[in-house]
T-cell receptor, first 114, second 116 residues
């Protein structure tokens, strides 16, 4: 079946602008994760959804970052008043169930804030 | 908090040879999972292999195997008969088995080069 998809693949925006990044998980996967990967580093956790609700948002760096998953499928990561430090690859992953719950990743969105 | 350390930023191997990538982790939990992910230039993270902490037997997946030393908190990946397509960034990752829906904690990665 289709894997996790993310759009756009690349996004360039100016400092201070608002951006939305979309993730389409594997059909039937109830858990959805967002990670941020800065250049040369491993991914860092941002937020996790189980169904429609954010079960753990402790990785969101500040209140400019927000994510939703209104129907328990597609998720949108929203970043307000973007800063140059937000430039990174944003990865989405989904899993079926929790244990062992292997996470399957999308190709990511590369965000560049100029 | 759990931490994952990969002490080899870069490794290289000759095609058809064997290479071992190192990973250590720190945790106070007894129930957890360990993973190796591969990330080629396409950015797509691909699961290579998984190990459950409660299993004593080391996981194997074709040419990929792990050496899981629970007491030493070590989890190395061995790639046998290396192929050009194995060239990528490899990440070791930890996931709690005690916290519902826990996130993955990644190491810094090891860039593997395969020389023809």
């Amino acid at each position: 079946g289709a894997g996790v998809s993310q759009t756009p693949s690349n996004k360039v925006t100016e400092k201070g602008k608002y951006v939305e990044l979309r993730c389409d998980p594997i059909s039937g996967h109830t858990a959805l994760y967002w990670y941020r990967q800065s250049l040369g580093q491993g991914p860092e956790f941002l937020i996790y959804f189980q169904g429609t609700g954010a079960a753990d948002d402790s990785g969101l760096p500040n209140d400019r970052f927000f994510a939703v998953r209104p129907e328990g499928s597609v998720s949108t990561l929203k970043i307000q008043r973007t800063e140059r430090g937000d430039s990174a690859v944003y990865l989405c992953a989904s899993s079926y169930g929790l244990y062992p719950g292997e996470q399957y990743f999308g190709p990511g969105t590369r965000l560049t804030v100029t | 908090a759990q931490t994952v350390t990969q002490s080899q930023p870069e490794m290289s191997v000759q095609e058809a040879e064997t290479v071992t990538l190192s990973c250590t982790y720190d945790t106070s939990e007894s129930d957890y999972y360990l993973f190796w992910y591969k990330q080629p230039p396409s950015r797509q993270m691909i699961l290579v292999i998984r190990q459950e902490a409660y299993k004593q037997q080391n996981a194997t997946e074709n040419r990929f195997s792990v050496n899981f030393q629970k007491a030493a908190k070590s989890f190395s990946l061995k790639i046998s008969d290396s192929q050009l397509g194995d060239a990528a960034m490899y990440f070791c990752a930890y996931r709690s088995g005690e916290t519902s829906g826990s996130r993955l904690t990644f190491g810094e990665g090891t860039q593997l080069t395969v020389n023809p």
